[in-house]
């Protein structure tokens, strides 16, 4: 189908025919006037002899080229004016192509410019003749005019798109919603910039019915203040002439496609419309389980008309946004089932404790109905003491919420009888080991006295505690731990081991489980890394840092179990004697501890006045700390006192756990220790060594310049 030949006709001489081998071409075989079949598809035939060159073509195929018949001279030249040379440079490779080739027939489209320079497609196909030798002499065939063909071919790949990209927001849309699991995470689906453009619409506005009522739970663009912010429409009787209650009793969906038909519908739309910009919409049923659960609006901004592909489409997202509504719905309602369950069998209310200040915080896991054993407790001791608990129950269902709330009240009541940790533990081993149950659990207790600054703890099986000194220095205390409650009294090991560390003031515990620091994803010392980043980070006041704790923490993705955390602060200030007296707990595990403690005493001595004493106040406190450190198995405290009578002195304490006495010993000229209490009888004006109950304390004492005691 080539209406336009090469520049010049092949030499078929050359070929190794001569132009007598060629089948005679009367003229009558040649077109003259149009076929009456092609001009009823609109086609024009040519005939073109590759002897002689001369080239006939019909009526329609001249109006193709947009020729006259005397601007035809049956010569392909005559062509050119109208084709462009790069079209008729590859019109030329598909002829010649054909021909060399021994081909049956060609097809190419092309472009041609008529007569006033519009451009204009066209398509020629033709078939090759051919003598008794196989050389070619003859091509006949038809030309059209192709620009209908291929913009309806054009609108056929543009709808195909269209189908392509509405069929891909369809299954987006859906796979974003399989994923949501509260009304909260489908609405934020919905109308971030992405629900949006899968919509196709400028403004959304989703209703959920609640009773007789429609309450409208999200919108995209909210008016001005002027119109009371949709409040006169977020929450509406189904019975209102509104479009989104219309649509949940109608159960049928509504497109308008223009601003004058949607007033004229609803005539309380006018304000928000005008202010808003809306000229079209789509009002949607919800519905799920032959159950109305809502309507979802759609906004244009401009008119249209909606097709039958934007109806189905917008059809088809409003059942998947039904769907997972009603999953949603049922989630929520299972985690408020579970999450108040387990709230009742928690503490209603913290006993007041003296010397200090706690916060705790729970948060229920984030699967459904699922219920967890996490818990925490805080028990009110004789003697001003007070004991945290913080622990969890093997599982996540009622059972494990049902063996937390019986192994809780046990521990109380141990607590209570006022056995020491040890005891405490191992007998809530033994009730858990006697229960009907196949589940174990893990805990920490700890026994704080918040005049000494005293801890004393037990561990089963569960994470250890973190301490944040002053304001932000955080530190991991060994505590030595023994197997899970329940497991421990099965294998006859239920002694737990007791560990006592020292909260200095200000200081801050914290008692967690493991929902805190594990993530899906994520390696559990990873986890405690971010936890102590957060704990020293955060505010002084526990309740703060509390919320500043959930804030960091609780928010990450892959935090889905349950989790307690309990944060317990001896006060800064623990009694009206404290600018003239300071206390400080150092611990074996800390090495910062003896920097701090440094820092801390030079301070004090300053504000009272003793800069002077200060270097061998300062060298006889490393010296003392550093023997119960090293020659103890615990820490040690230091207690450093500005006493007025009979003379002004610093009076300098240091207490530890062991009932071995130290010794003065004679150290030769290149020993490398041992001079600790010669330093001490040297620098001090008076020392000695006092037993203390599980214990022992050196002091020593240095009088103030200018005192009596000078």
């Not at 020729?67 to 109208?82: C, I, K, Q, V």
């Not at 959920?208 to 912010?229: C, F, I």
């Not at 509104?242 to 949607?262: D, K, T, Y």
């Not at 607590?415 to 659990?441: C, K, N, Q, W, Y």
Request: glycine letters at 10%; one cysteine or more.
């Amino acid at each position: 189908m080539a209406d336009l030949p090469p520049s010049s006709p092949p030499d078929r001489t050359a070929a190794g025919a001569s132009p007598a081998a060629s089948p005679a071409t009367p003229a009558e075989a040649r077109p003259t006037a149009a076929n009456d079949r092609l001009v009823l598809n609109g086609m024009g035939s040519f005939d073109w002899d590759l002897d002689t060159g001369t080239y006939h073509l019909d009526e329609v195929g001249l109006r193709v080229f947009d020729l006259r018949a005397d601007e035809f001279d049956g010569l392909a030249t005559s062509l050119t004016s109208r084709v462009p040379p790069e079209e008729s440079a590859q019109l030329d490779e598909t002829v010649t192509r054909a021909l060399d080739g021994g081909e049956l027939t060609f097809a190419a489209y092309f472009r041609l410019h008529c007569r006033d320079g519009t451009p204009r497609w066209a398509h020629t196909q033709g078939r090759v003749l051919r003598d008794a030798h196989g050389h070619p002499y003859r091509i006949v065939g038809i030309v059209r005019n192709a620009e209908e063909e291929l913009a309806h071919a054009a609108g056929m790949r543009t709808l195909a798109a269209d189908r392509r990209r509405q069929t891909d927001s369809v299954r987006i849309t859906t796979d974003a919603l399989a994923r949501a699991l509260t009304v909260r995470d489908v609405t934020a689906v919905l109308t971030d910039d992405e629900g949006l453009r899968r919509f196709g619409a400028d403004g959304l506005a989703l209703g959920l019915t609640d009773g007789g009522m429609l309450r409208l739970v999200a919108v995209t663009t909210q008016p001005s203040p002027a119109l009371k912010a949709l409040d006169d429409l977020s929450l509406t009787s189904l019975d209102d002439q509104l479009p989104l209650a219309e649509a949940v009793l109608s159960r049928r969906p509504r497109f308008i496609g223009s601003e004058e038909e949607l007033i004229a519908r609803y005539p309380r739309l006018l304000p928000y419309a005008e202010q808003m910009g809306i000229r079209a919409a789509a009002f949607l049923p919800l519905a799920a389980q032959a159950r109305a659960i809502g309507a979802l609006g759609l906004y244009y901004r401009d008119r249209r008309q909606f097709s039958t592909e934007d109806r189905n489409i917008c059809i088809a997202l409003a059942s998947a946004v039904a769907q997972s509504l009603q999953r949603a719905m049922l989630f929520d309602q299972e985690r408020e089932f579970a999450t108040t369950l387990q709230t009742t069998m928690l503490p209603r209310r913290l006993p007041e404790i003296s010397g200090g200040s706690v916060a705790v915080r729970y948060r229920a896991g984030r699967s459904g109905r699922e219920v967890g054993g996490d818990w925490y407790d805080v028990v009110a001791l004789p003697r001003r003491r007070v004991a945290l608990i913080v622990g969890d129950v093997e599982g996540h269902d009622s059972h494990a919420a049902a063996v937390m709330g019986q192994l809780r009240i046990a521990l109380r009541a141990y607590s209570a009888e006022g056995h020491i940790p040890s005891t405490v533990m191992a007998r809530a081993s033994r009730f858990l080991a006697d229960l009907d149950t196949d589940r174990s659990a893990t805990c920490v207790y700890a026994e704080a006295d918040l005049e000494t600054g005293t801890l004393r703890l037990v561990r089963a099986g569960h994470l250890e505690p973190l301490v944040r000194h002053g304001r932000h220095r955080v530190s991991g205390p060994s505590v030595r731990g023994g197997l899970p409650l329940g497991v421990a009294t099965v294998f006859g090991q239920d002694e737990y081991p007791e560990t006592r560390l020292d909260l200095n003031p200000g200081d801050t515990l914290l008692l967690c489980t493991d929902g805190l620091v594990e993530h899906r994803g994520q390696d559990i010392s990873e986890g405690l890394d971010a936890l102590a980043r957060a704990l020293g980070s955060g505010p002084v006041d526990p309740e703060e840092l509390a919320d500043h704790l959930s804030a960091r923490l609780l928010g990450k993705t892959g935090a889905d179990d349950d989790m307690a955390f309990l944060l317990l602060r001896r006060a800064a200030v623990p009694g009206e004697s404290a600018s003239r007296r300071m206390v400080q707990h150092i611990h074996q595990a800390d090495p910062e501890g003896l920097v701090e403690t440094r820092t801390m005493l030079r301070q004090a001595l300053a504000a009272w006045g003793a800069v002077a004493l200060s270097g061998d106040i300062e060298l006889v406190t490393d010296e003392l700390l550093t023997n119960a450190l090293v020659h103890t198995d615990g820490g040690a405290i230091l207690t450093v006192e500005l006493l007025p009578a009979p003379a002004l002195r610093i009076h300098l304490d240091v207490q530890d756990r062991s009932s071995a006495w130290p010794r003065r010993r004679e150290p030769g000229e290149t020993a490398t220790s041992g001079r600790g209490l010669l330093l001490v009888d040297a620098l001090a004006t008076n020392w000695g060594v006092e037993p203390r109950g599980t214990g022992k304390s050196v002091w020593c004492e240095f009088p103030l310049p200018g005192s009596d005691g000078g």
